[in-house]
């Protein structure tokens, strides 16, 4: 296993051992899953320096807090990537400051219409919320 690997998989887990990968999946040119031997598997945002755990299989399987949870990392590291505050982009789609924040925490999934503006402020799709590679 290469020591950079190692390195992002310790984030995930600071007590694994370099014995205890199984293998990483590159999805993008940020975001890299690794996988353990016991199964688990965690998204590590390299951009933001974050991860999470990935807990489903498939997309069926999300509850409604865990979809916004879902969006609410994704939101967070699209805007990590652009260097957009949640104060800029409040102002940038004229929605209020606590609103931004709910979405950013996951306790609210915004509408359509906010959701385009979202993505044309971040330069991205309304997909790349959404859609799961992995």
Sequence with gaps: MNKYLYQYARMCDPFITPEEVE??????????????????QFIYDRFTNTHKNLYYNNINELTDKQEKKEFAYRLRSLMGRRWVTQ???????NVSRPMISKYV???AIPSAIVLRKIAKVL???MDDFFDRDY
């Design 23 to 40: 293998d990483y999946i590159e999805v993008n040119e940020w975001d890299l899953i690794i996988k353990f031997k016991d199964g688990r």
């Design 87 to 93: 104060e800029q982009l409040a102002n940038d789609i």
């Design 105 to 107: 925490r996951g306790e």
């Design 123 to 125: 330069n991205c799709s």
